[in-house]
């Protein structure tokens, strides 16, 4: 009997670390919930988790992607690029910040993640229009738009310019607090390769600078789209250009706008038109076509009946 007692008694405290280690510390609790399940709550429902410890749980988070925590009190190793998300959707300020400049400025490290970590994936998959801003300064680069000068995964090089404009058009078209319309035109210029890029990049900056004031402010409903890609833009300085509130809107049922077409083309780019004075064909000639072929066939028949009977 007393044998069983101190195994009873063994077991317990073996136990006790065990039991321990599942009650995390309340910081560590609320930080482990969100990046177990943050992507599956909307921000009121992050933000009640938060509660009036709001502060205290986003500094550890940013501890956690900093690799300054790397393991709960239970020992649960911990993936900063989880963190980071969950900081991304809490719009929270010095992340924001931070990760906005490596992104504008391409930088290869910064103390929230490398872009080879999936850093441009956690950006889509947090959905924070607050970063738009950072790409569109990226956008307005003085550089030329067909220049491929900058190395950025060996042995690729990219434009600047023309990386920043896709990945704010990406973004813009993932973000729901924008209407259908504007996500639409998103994508078509995204998709616009048919435009020379210099062109394609004058359209990105006008819609930004037309919509630039409504999204610092964080209203996204007063967002409009900008000029559909498949009219174009003219060439030539930007006091030339026209004002985008006269031009045509993209709507999500207008994705194959017929581009704009010069006197010598045909509504489909790169065909020549027909010549003026040109005869028009005759729209009986399937008529004619036809008959011929039933008088072929009927001649073939009656001279092999002919050569039957002989």
């Given at each position: 009997?007393?044998?069983?007692?101190?195994?009873?008694v063994?077991?317990?405290?073996a136990?006790?670390?065990?039991?321990?280690?599942?009650?995390?510390?309340?910081?560590?609790?609320?930080?482990?919930k969100?990046?177990?399940?943050?992507?599956?709550?909307?921000?009121?429902?992050?933000?009640?988790?938060?509660?009036?410890?709001r502060?205290?749980?986003?500094?550890?988070?940013?501890?956690?992607?900093?690799?300054?925590?790397t393991?709960?009190?239970?020992?649960?190793?911990?993936?900063?690029?989880?963190?980071?998300?969950?900081?991304?959707?809490?719009s929270?300020?010095?992340?924001?910040?931070?990760?906005?400049?490596?992104?504008?400025?391409?930088?290869?490290?910064?103390?929230?993640g490398?872009?080879?970590?999936g850093?441009?994936?956690?950006?889509?998959?947090?959905?924070?229009?607050?970063?738009?801003?950072?790409?569109?300064?990226?956008?307005?680069?003085?550089?030329?738009?067909?220049?491929?000068?900058?190395?950025?995964?060996?042995?690729?090089?990219?434009?600047?310019?023309?990386?920043?404009?896709?990945?704010?058009?990406?973004?813009t078209?993932?973000?729901?607090?924008?209407?259908?319309?504007?996500?639409?035109?998103?994508?078509?210029?995204?998709?616009?390769?048919?435009l020379?890029?210099?062109?394609?990049?004058?359209v990105?900056?006008m819609?930004?600078?037309?919509?630039?004031?409504?999204?610092?402010?964080?209203?996204?409903?007063?967002?409009?789209?900008?000029?559909?890609?498949a009219?174009?833009?003219?060439?030539?300085?930007?006091?030339?250009?026209p004002?985008?509130?006269?031009?045509?809107?993209?709507?999500?049922?207008?994705?194959?706008?017929?581009?704009?077409?010069?006197?010598?083309?045909?509504?489909?780019?790169?065909?020549?038109?027909?010549?003026?004075?040109?005869?028009?064909?005759?729209?009986?000639?399937?008529?004619?076509?036809?008959?011929?072929?039933?008088?072929?066939?009927?001649?073939?028949?009656?001279?092999?009946?002919?050569?039957?009977?002989?």
């Amino acid at each position: 009997m007393k044998s069983f007692l101190c195994l009873l008694v063994a077991l317990y405290l073996a136990a006790m670390p065990s039991v321990c280690a599942q009650d995390l510390p309340p910081l560590q609790k609320k930080a482990a919930k969100l990046m177990r399940s943050g992507h599956l709550l909307s921000s009121a429902e992050m933000e009640a988790i938060l509660g009036t410890e709001r502060a205290e749980v986003l500094d550890l988070l940013r501890k956690v992607v900093r690799s300054e925590v790397t393991e709960w009190a239970d020992g649960s190793r911990l993936i900063p690029p989880i963190a980071r998300r969950v900081l991304l959707r809490l719009s929270d300020p010095e992340v924001i910040e931070a990760i906005g400049n490596q992104l504008a400025e391409f930088q290869y490290i910064s103390p929230y993640g490398r872009w080879n970590d999936g850093l441009f994936q956690d950006v889509l998959r947090a959905k924070q229009p607050k970063l738009l801003p950072y790409f569109a300064r990226g956008v307005f680069r003085d550089e030329d738009a067909e220049t491929q000068d900058f190395m950025w995964d060996d042995p690729w090089r990219i434009n600047r310019s023309m990386h920043s404009l896709s990945s704010m058009l990406r973004l813009t078209d993932e973000l729901e607090v924008f209407s259908p319309e504007v996500r639409a035109w998103a994508s078509l210029l995204l998709r616009a390769s048919f435009l020379p890029p210099n062109e394609r990049r004058k359209v990105g900056r006008m819609w930004w600078k037309e919509n630039e004031r409504a999204i610092l402010a964080g209203d996204y409903a007063a967002v409009r789209p900008g000029i559909s890609p498949a009219q174009g833009m003219p060439t030539g300085p930007a006091s030339t250009l026209p004002d985008p509130g006269d031009a045509k809107r993209v709507s999500p049922n207008d994705r194959s706008v017929t581009a704009t077409k010069s006197s010598n083309d045909s509504p489909i780019s790169g065909l020549p038109k027909a010549a003026e004075g040109a005869a028009p064909r005759s729209s009986l000639w399937p008529l004619w076509s036809l008959l011929s072929a039933v008088l072929a066939a009927a001649g073939w028949l009656f001279l092999r009946g002919r050569r039957t009977r002989q």
